[in-house]
């Protein structure tokens, strides 16, 4: 969300920049915008770590605002660019005195993330739009193995001198305690009768006393005498990734959606499949994996993914390789065009979903987080 709306004095400040950069692009679009282009360039610039693309303004010096009319209703628009790259674009509708300016805050990609726009990777290149080369993406994804490297360090320092103090805090306490047991007058030890300083509940039938110094087996019975022993204190764990499965939303406060209706459209439908990072620590170098019911079939190969090796399982189970999901981030999404079983007409289907990743639970086959479908009815299209 925007902190504050766009002002025409900042449009006007924009507008007076020597140049284009990376972070700044001015389109005219006064009638309309291809919106994959848009697209494109919110990748773009978000890779080179965000900034505002302008439409209604030229993008050469004076740069007179000629007004747009793409894009008339910008909630749609924001719903669209979220659901198309899975993450969000502020979209703002100013009106200059001299025509209308649509203002698209893009942000900045996570680091060692870079987006993506159907399998390629935009940059800018001078007033151009380039895919990334294969070296270009290894550095960024690096970039990320790098920060995570040095929040390790981090993390174990702060351990570390935490360790100390809580060392020095505990000493410190040893010889306040040893110093007031010097204060006090001696007197007959510990009885059964005679509580002392350092043991203040030496009565006989005292049940603390008695569970302080005494276990018990399976059976209840009492077992030996054991020393008193502190409390377990907190075990360091390392973060562990944990992926939800869901149908595609654009409101991220609807996550998980288990259950869908779709239509049947020329024998087929269609629906769109992500998931999401709920754990506290990031999924790397891992697989998407999904599998359709067995009476199932796709219509058509899903983009980016490729059958289970296994060949028993290889018509109905497809995989899908990603080299990072940050926690709270939701994997870009899956197309999936399923032939439903055939007749006699099932109006639901399952789909599963499991995942394989470092950072992540050990894979289970037989556990799948499954996903319905619900064929419309009215939409079902029968033979003659």
Same mark, same amino acid.
Request: hydrophobic residues 35%; aromatic residues 8%.
């Given at each position: ?29 006064k ?9 494109? *360039?919110?990748? #773009?610039?978000? =890779?080179? %770590?965000g900034?505002?693309?302008? !439409? ?7 740069? @007179?605002?000629?007004?747009?009319n ?10 669209d660019?979220f ?15 001299d ?7 893009i ?36 970039e ?27 000493? *410190?306490?040893? #010889?306040?305690? =040893?110093? %007031?047991?010097?204060?006090?007058? !001696? ?7 005679? @509580? ?6 030496a ?10 110094t ?6 209840g ?5 054991v ?158």
């Amino acid at each position: 969300m925007l902190s504050k709306p766009t002002t025409i004095e900042q449009i006007d400040a924009w507008r007076a920049a020597k140049s284009e950069t990376e972070h700044l692009e001015f389109k005219e679009a006064k009638n309309q915008f291809d919106s994959e282009s848009l697209l494109e *360039y919110c990748v #773009a610039m978000a =890779n080179e %770590r965000g900034g505002v693309l302008l !439409l209604g303004i030229a993008n050469r010096p004076p740069r @007179p605002v000629v007004g747009t009319n793409a894009f008339r209703n910008i909630v749609k628009t924001t719903e669209d660019i979220f659901f198309r790259l899975h993450f969000r674009v502020d979209v703002e509708e100013v009106q200059h005195p001299d025509g209308r300016v649509l203002v698209f805050h893009i942000p900045s990609r996570p680091d060692g993330h870079p987006y993506e726009l159907d399998g390629s990777y935009y940059m800018r290149s001078g007033e151009s739009l380039v895919a990334m080369t294969t070296d270009q993406i290894k550095q960024i994804i690096a970039e990320g193995r790098s920060s995570t490297r040095r929040g390790t360090v981090i993390a174990l320092a702060s351990v570390f001198i935490l360790g100390m103090f809580g060392w020095l805090w505990v000493k *410190y306490q040893d #010889a306040e305690h =040893n110093s %007031r047991q010097h204060d006090v007058v !001696l007197a007959p030890g510990p009885t059964e009768t005679h @509580p002392t300083y350092d043991n203040p509940t030496a009565d006989v039938g005292h049940p603390e006393q008695k569970s302080s110094t005494e276990t018990h087996d399976a059976t209840g019975a009492p077992s030996k005498k054991v020393k008193n022993q502190a409390p377990d204190k907190g075990i360091l764990v390392n973060p562990q990734a944990e992926l939800q499965f869901s149908f595609h939303t654009v409101d991220p406060s609807r996550f998980p959606i288990l259950e869908m209706d779709a239509p049947l459209i020329d024998g087929a439908v269609t629906v769109e499949i992500t998931a999401l990072n709920k754990g506290t620590g990031p999924a790397k170098h891992g697989w998407l994996i999904v599998t359709i019911c067995n009476e199932c079939r796709y219509a058509e190969e899903p983009q980016n993914m490729v059958p289970a090796p296994d060949a028993q399982i290889a018509t109905v189970v497809r995989e899908r390789p990603f080299d990072e999901i940050y926690p709270g981030t939701i994997a870009v999404g899956m197309k999936l065009k399923v032939i439903p079983p055939a007749p006699p007409y099932d109006t639901n289907f399952l789909i599963g979903g499991n995942y394989a990743c470092e950072g992540c639970p050990p894979l289970d086959p037989k556990k799948l987080q499954m996903l319905k479908v619900n064929v419309v009815k009215w939409l079902l299209k029968r033979p003659e």
